[in-house]
């Protein structure tokens, strides 16, 4: 069946340092991913999306590549701050022609930045 | 612009009450609309989805119901509370398969 997979639950980082978040998927239907960062007691918002393979997508100091070829979408930044700390989600979608566009999520990568 | 409000913003009920969660959606026709729920730090579960007025299919039901009385408004509700139906319940649209906007949530607290 489709799926997603988050293999961190939780990440730890001081700030300034470099993270991947790693996010792969199972589909065998063209895939759309997304990854949305959720803060404490907010909803979800999204941060990136990709239906491009191996295209770069940016946003917010954060990028991930769409990379059919080994199901991946990871998700990385150079330098995190005390604000990135959230909860992050890679979801997908399929395009199955269908209007539903309903997402399967990921279990969360919970990112907390240290001083 | 497309606005998503959801009610209310938080709740506390008893074991064995009844539950009527609100969205309502303004600025798009025809919206495709969901249920999502979130135990405390977990994933998103998807529960109902509705494509149109009077037509909800369920996904995961979790003793709960789900009505589309509107085009613009989706209910999740149900007459009997359990331990386990507590958590973060967002409601969301979206456009085909190009993103899912969530609105800002209700937390339930059932004791």
């Known amino acids: 069946g489709d799926s997603v997979t988050q293999t961190e639950g939780l990440v730890t980082l001081t700030k300034g340092l470099p993270v991947m978040l790693n996010c792969t998927y199972q589909?065998?239907?063209?895939?759309?991913l997304f990854w949305y960062v959720q803060h404490l007691n907010e909803a979800p918002k999204l941060l990136l999306k990709?239906?491009?393979?191996?295209k770069r997508t940016e946003h917010q100091g954060f990028y991930a590549t769409l990379h059919k070829s080994s199901s991946s979408f990871h998700l990385q930044k150079s330098s995190v701050q005390l604000s990135d700390s959230a909860l992050y989600f890679c979801a997908l979608s399929l395009d199955r022609g269908s209007a539903l566009g309903r997402l399967h999520f990921g279990a969360g990568t919970q990112l907390i930045v240290i001083p | 612009a497309q606005t998503i409000h959801q009610w209310p913003v938080a709740e506390i009920k008893a074991v064995g009450s009844p539950l009527s969660l609100g969205c309502t959606i303004k600025?798009?026709?025809?919206?495709?609309l969901y249920w999502y729920w979130q135990a405390t730090g977990g994933t998103l579960q998807q529960l109902f989805y509705?494509?149109?007025?009077?037509?909800v299919e369920s996904v995961v039901q979790l003793n709960l119901s789900a009505s589309r009385p509107k085009d613009d408004q989706f209910i999740l509700s149900t007459e009997k509370l359990l331990l386990s139906h507590s958590g973060f319940y967002l409601c969301?649209?979206?456009?085909?398969?190009?993103?899912?906007?969530f609105g800002k949530g209700t937390r339930l607290t059932v004791v």
């Open positions: 600025g798009k026709s025809s919206p495709n």
């Open positions: 509705s494509i149109t007025v009077g037509q």
């Open positions: 589909t065998t239907y063209s895939p759309f």
């Open positions: 990709s239906s491009t393979d191996n």
């Open positions: 969301a649209w979206t456009q085909g398969n190009t993103e899912v906007f």
